[in-house]
Structure formats: structure tokens, C-alpha cells
């Protein structure tokens, strides 16, 4: 599903990633932890297309990420990746219906089947009643919940997700990592998630080490 090979980045005289290889299977739930600096946000933004590394490749669903145009990686990103911040990033302004539907009129979808797909997720999340409610509305779990639906819309292959729980209380936080394994069961997809959350960690299928740029060799 994801190839990783030899990837380096850097940020002027700074080398945050010194070489990087990994691979991650279909419908794998990977975490990456390791210290503030680590590189774990830049290799994140790396799989997920949003940065480039400086050498090595990425190959997600049998496609190199790194040799494709800016217009074709657009395309790619909307099609097949899908995104949780920390902080929800819901739209202030749309219900959180629209919020969920917005990368489906991006990726060209009809309005009528990006609704479908929308409300399938929010029945799914068990938010069907609060679906025309805007965020300022919603608690955060509800907000996170919507955001995590909104990565699902286009039905990408890989969800890449940067300290998903951190803005959560403990509750929140556990219905959350339950999400995933649920998504991973009902749909398929593959779970990237950078944590310092150690429950979390422990809960996903395989846990990656990282430090000073470079995966511990046992991960």
C-alpha cells in the first residue's frame, strides 16, 4: 500500500529526515511516536503528498507519489488520501454536512452522490441528527467525528491522521480510537497516525519509532 525508500528531507541547514524506508501494508493501523523533532509531522506530509522529500520515493497504491506534476498530485491527494488534524478544521460557515462534503465537490462528484456518501458516514458515526448543525454547535468529539467522516467522503485508500485525539478529553479520546479500528473493519482503509498518545499506540497493529530523523531498526 505504502512504499517508502531512502527519503531525506531539509529545511536549510537542518536535516530532518536522514534517510528513511518503510513499508505499510493495505488495511494496516500504523502509528509513528517518537520525541518533538522527530520527523514525524514532515514524514507524514511527506506520504500524504503535501511536501516533497528531497531524495528517495513514495509509492502509495502502486502510484510514485514523487514523480507526479503538482496538478496530477492534486488529484491524487483528493482521490486517495484523506486528512485528521488535531484541531477539527471544520469550516465555520457550513453545516457539518456541507463540511463533510466538501472534498467530494472538489474531486468533481454530483451533489446528490456526495450527499448519499455524507449521510451514509454520518449515520455511521452515529451523528445523523446533527448533521445541519454548524460546528460552533457541536462538542468536540462531534467535531472531530465530522472531520474524520469528511476524510472518508471520497473513499480514499489511506487515512493519514497528525495527534487526532490530542484536542479530546479521555472519553472522546477512546470513542476515537475505537473509530478507527471500526472504519478499518466497515471500509477497508489504511491508518497512518502520528501520536504521543501512548494508549493509542499500543492499540494499532504496528507501532514506528522514530528519533533525530531516522525509524528505530525494530520498528
Given at each position: 500500500m505504502?512504499?517508502?525508500?531512502?527519503?531525506?528531507?531539509s529545511f536549510g541547514s537542518l536535516q530532518v529526515l536522514k534517510g528513511i524506508d518503510l513499508s505499510i501494508g493495505r488495511g494496516e493501523v500504523v502509528s509513528i511516536v517518537g520525541p518533538s523533532g522527530?520527523?514525524?509531522?514532515?514524514?507524514?506530509?511527506?506520504?500524504?503528498?503535501?511536501?516533497?522529500?528531497?531524495?528517495?520515493?513514495?509509492?502509495?497504491?502502486?502510484?510514485?507519489?514523487?514523480?507526479?506534476?503538482?496538478?496530477?498530485?492534486s488529484d491524487f491527494r483528493n482521490r486517495h488520501l484523506g486528512f485528521v488534524f488535531q484541531f477539527h478544521q471544520l469550516l465555520?460557515?457550513?453545516t457539518a454536512i456541507e463540511n463533510i462534503m466538501i472534498p467530494a465537490f472538489i474531486g468533481g462528484q454530483s451533489k446528490a452522490k456526495a450527499k448519499e456518501r455524507a449521510e451514509e458516514l454520518l449515520r455511521f458515526m452515529g451523528l445523523t441528527d446533527r448533521g445541519h448543525h454548524k460546528p460552533a454547535e457541536l462538542s468536540g468529539g462531534e467535531k472531530q467525528r465530522i472531520a474524520v467522516a469528511r476524510a472518508l467522503v471520497n473513499n480514499p485508500a489511506v487515512i493519514l491522521a497528525d495527534e487526532p485525539s490530542g484536542s479530546?478529553?479521555?472519553?472522546?479520546?477512546?470513542e476515537l480510537h475505537q473509530l478507527f479500528f471500526d472504519l478499518r473493519?466497515?471500509?477497508?482503509?489504511?491508518?497512518?497516525?502520528?501520536t504521543h498518545d501512548e494508549t493509542l499506540a499500543t492499540l494499532t497493529d504496528r507501532t514506528i519509532h522514530m528519533k533525530d530523523g531516522l525509524l528505530n531498526p525494530l520498528s
Amino acid at each position: 500500500m505504502i512504499e517508502i525508500t531512502n527519503i531525506t528531507k531539509s529545511f536549510g541547514s537542518l536535516q530532518v529526515l536522514k534517510g528513511i524506508d518503510l513499508s505499510i501494508g493495505r488495511g494496516e493501523v500504523v502509528s509513528i511516536v517518537g520525541p518533538s523533532g522527530a520527523g514525524k509531522t514532515t514524514l507524514l506530509q511527506i506520504i500524504g503528498t503535501l511536501d516533497r522529500p528531497d531524495t528517495g520515493t513514495v509509492r502509495v497504491d502502486n502510484v510514485d507519489v514523487t514523480s507526479l506534476s503538482q496538478k496530477a498530485l492534486s488529484d491524487f491527494r483528493n482521490r486517495h488520501l484523506g486528512f485528521v488534524f488535531q484541531f477539527h478544521q471544520l469550516l465555520p460557515e457550513f453545516t457539518a454536512i456541507e463540511n463533510i462534503m466538501i472534498p467530494a465537490f472538489i474531486g468533481g462528484q454530483s451533489k446528490a452522490k456526495a450527499k448519499e456518501r455524507a449521510e451514509e458516514l454520518l449515520r455511521f458515526m452515529g451523528l445523523t441528527d446533527r448533521g445541519h448543525h454548524k460546528p460552533a454547535e457541536l462538542s468536540g468529539g462531534e467535531k472531530q467525528r465530522i472531520a474524520v467522516a469528511r476524510a472518508l467522503v471520497n473513499n480514499p485508500a489511506v487515512i493519514l491522521a497528525d495527534e487526532p485525539s490530542g484536542s479530546l478529553d479521555s472519553q472522546n479520546k477512546q470513542e476515537l480510537h475505537q473509530l478507527f479500528f471500526d472504519l478499518r473493519q466497515q471500509y477497508g482503509q489504511t491508518f497512518v497516525i502520528v501520536t504521543h498518545d501512548e494508549t493509542l499506540a499500543t492499540l494499532t497493529d504496528r507501532t514506528i519509532h522514530m528519533k533525530d530523523g531516522l525509524l528505530n531498526p525494530l520498528s
